[in-house]
């Protein structure tokens, strides 16, 4: 078993639907979640930082994690063209220096507008 | 602006060639990473630094090396051993746990690919 599993995608949706992006983990040492936004061609950008379980709300992105079920979520609302990107997500076991991080393999999304 | 920098953003390696990327960053932190991503495959870590002059190796570091000599520049040399260099290399960094939670962030990548 991989120790994060991401949905495979891709994921197409209109615009303005509300997306949800899923990933499992099984390390019960991980506890900073990232979700990353990458751009063709481009370097992931920081979308969303959380830290244990809860959830963490900025604009229209929402991160949710439940570490009793090793789970984390990314909604995004009213989604946008600009919204379509390869959304990956990230986690470690440490903050700082120290802080290897293990990845999703990706999920591409597409909103047609 | 503070930032990572990447360069070249494009590289061709010929076979039995060494080539180096180059990662600079003007943040201040003191840990610096580089990963490669391949389509499909996630991130890797290759190696990472969590201050001058030491280094450790990551997931995949066979065919790679790397130095540490300024707090703000991390090279990766892909050798003529990684027999697979194809991909696209980032590099990452971020700051002492100290400070509080401290995500890493990105460049924007080099390409690389075989002639």
């Known amino acids: 078993q991989k120790e994060v599993e991401q949905d495979p995608g891709p994921l197409s949706v209109p615009e303005g639907a509300i997306v949800s992006l899923n990933c499992t983990y099984s390390?019960?040492?991980?506890?900073?979640f990232m979700w990353y936004r990458q751009y063709s061609r481009k370097g992931p950008e920081l979308l969303m930082y959380?830290?244990?379980?809860g959830n963490k709300e900025d604009g229209r992105f929402t991160a949710q994690v439940d570490k009793s079920s090793k789970y984390i979520s990314l909604f995004i609302r009213d989604s946008q063209p600009s919204d379509s990107a390869t959304y990956l997500c990230?986690?470690?076991?440490?903050?700082?220096?120290?802080?290897?991080?293990?990845f999703g393999k990706g999920i591409t999304l597409s909103v047609r507008p | 602006d503070g930032g990572i920098t990447q360069s070249p953003k494009y590289l061709f390696r010929k076979e039995g060639q060494n080539v180096t990327l180059s990662c600079e960053q003007n943040?201040?932190?003191?840990?610096m990473y580089w990963y490669r991503q391949d389509p499909g495959q996630g991130l890797r870590l290759i190696y990472y630094s969590q201050i001058v002059n030491d280094f450790q190796k990551g997931d995949i570091a066979e065919g790679y090396s790397v130095s540490r000599e300024k707090k703000e520049s991390f090279p990766l040399t892909v050798t003529s051993a990684q027999k697979n260099p194809t991909a696209f290399y980032l590099c990452?960094?971020?700051?002492?746990?100290?400070?509080?939670?401290?995500?890493?962030?990105f460049g924007d990548g080099t390409r690389l690919s075989i002639l």
């Open positions: 959380t830290y244990s379980s």
């Open positions: 943040l201040n932190h003191d840990a």
């Open positions: 990452a960094s971020n700051d002492r746990a100290e400070l509080g939670n401290q995500p890493q962030h």
């Open positions: 990230a986690m470690s076991a440490y903050t700082g220096a120290n802080s290897k991080l293990t």
């Open positions: 390390n019960s040492a991980f506890q900073y």
